[in-house]
């Protein structure tokens, strides 16, 4: 069983930074592929960035690249979304999520999910 915490969500002017964190419980986690996802209002959960356990392989989805780093710290029990270069269109609850063995894009396939933390960014 993991349990994920979300924090660093709020509002940002448009071309500004958020550092999204989320933690986990439980004592292995570096065997977990960890992703965030995005949703907002009236639109389906979106995939943003995976990492593998170890951190050696990530990705992340068109629309952020360049501006979204993925990373973790297995020592923490801890990954981070990075997001720069903020733009309106960014705005959503983000969502991070333990997909076991599981890396890729498809929601369905993580196990565990957090509660959820708001960005929000103006024009």
């Known amino acids: 069983q993991v349990q994920l915490v979300e924090s660093g969500g709020g509002l940002v002017q448009a071309g500004g930074s958020l550092r999204l964190t989320c933690t986990a419980s439980?004592?292995?986690?570096?065997?977990?592929?960890m992703a965030w996802f995005r949703q907002a209002p009236g639109k389906e959960r979106e995939f943003v960035a995976h990492?593998?356990?170890?951190?050696?392989?990530?990705f992340r989805t068109d629309s952020v690249k360049g501006r979204f780093t993925i990373s973790r710290d297995n020592t923490n029990n801890t990954v981070y979304l990075q997001m720069d270069s903020l733009k309106p269109e960014d705005t959503a609850v983000y969502y991070c999520?333990?997909?076991?063995?599981?890396?890729?894009?498809?929601?369905?396939?993580?196990?565990?999910w957090g509660q959820g933390t708001q960005v929000t960014v103006s024009a």
């Open positions: 439980g004592r292995t986690f570096s065997s977990y592929a």
């Open positions: 990492i593998s356990g170890n951190g050696g392989t990530t």
């Open positions: 999520a333990a997909g076991g063995t599981y890396i890729g894009p498809l929601a369905s396939r993580y196990n565990y």
